[in-house]
T-cell receptor, first 113, second 115 residues
Framework: AQSVTQLGSHVSVSEGALVLLRCNYSSSVPPYLFWYVQYPNQGLQLLLKYTTGATLVKGINGFEAEFKKSETSFHLTKPSAHMSDAAEHFCAVSKAAGNKLTFGGGTRVLVKP | NAGVMQNPRHLVRRRGQEARLRCSPVKGHSHVYWYRQLPEEGLKFMVYLQKENIIDESGMPKERFSAEFPKEGPSILRIQQVVRGDSAAYFC?????????????FGSGTRLTVV
């Protein structure tokens, strides 16, 4: 069975500071990895995904993530936080294309002016 | 906009009533997934459907819950005899058939409140 662990349910950063959200997974097969953002009372928006190929993935809104197989990690970073980054962020994994997603518990990002 | 459409956005039901949640996938997407999000929690997989077939229902409660994706029309998640614990946000996602460039598109969800 797959599982996803997001370290830290809340992360507080100052505007302009580095954002780092941690995600570790367990999977019996090479995983497909995703980061989603959810604003209050809205659906999920895809930030980025890793399927195959280059392990450093760039997404929307200046976010990027690196797949590290040896560490079973897929941490999300952004060099400079913006107020619009204040939202819930979810890491997810699936076994294959078209397969169900398993989500982590989420990390809420708070951005201080 | 050809996104995933869910309706209603908000649904209030009294205990014991039935709730019907609808999901129209992105045009051309043949895979539909339903997820439930309890307050302050992540999303939990419920069921995966293709047209007229249930592919994986490992996350569905054994009783009162059912889902369908007919040949024509939206996918329906049906909850019979709702209880307070069913109060949650229910999200639908769709994806195209296969391929490494696939991606899931999520709807805005239906927020069910059982009173």
């Amino acid at each position: 069975a797959q599982s996803v662990t997001q370290l830290g349910s809340h992360v507080s950063v100052s505007e302009g500071a580095l954002v780092l959200l941690r995600c570790n997974y367990s999977s019996s097969v090479p995983p497909y990895l995703f980061w989603y953002v959810q604003y209050p009372n809205q659906g999920l928006q895809l930030l980025l995904k890793y399927t195959t190929g280059a392990t450093l993935v760039k997404g929307i809104n200046g976010f990027e993530a690196e797949f590290k197989k040896s560490e079973t990690s897929f941490h999300l970073t952004k060099p400079s936080a913006h107020m619009s980054d204040a939202a819930e962020h979810f890491c997810a994994v699936s076994k294959a294309a078209g397969n169900k997603l398993t989500f982590g518990g989420g990390t809420r990002v708070l951005v201080k002016p | 906009n050809a996104g995933v459409m869910q309706n209603p956005r908000h649904l209030v039901r009294r205990r014991g009533q039935e709730a019907r949640l609808r999901c129209s996938p992105v045009k051309g997407h043949s895979h539909v997934y339903w997820y439930r999000q309890l307050p302050e929690e992540g999303l939990k997989f419920m069921v995966y459907l293709q047209k007229e077939n249930i592919i994986d229902e490992s996350g569905m409660p054994k009783e009162r819950f059912s889902a369908e994706f007919p040949k024509e029309g939206p996918s329906i998640l049906r909850i019979q005899q709702v209880v307070r614990g069913d109060s949650a946000a229910y999200f639908c996602a769709s994806s195209p058939t296969g391929g490494e460039n696939y991606g899931y598109t999520f709807g805005s969800g239906t927020r069910l409140t059982v009173v």
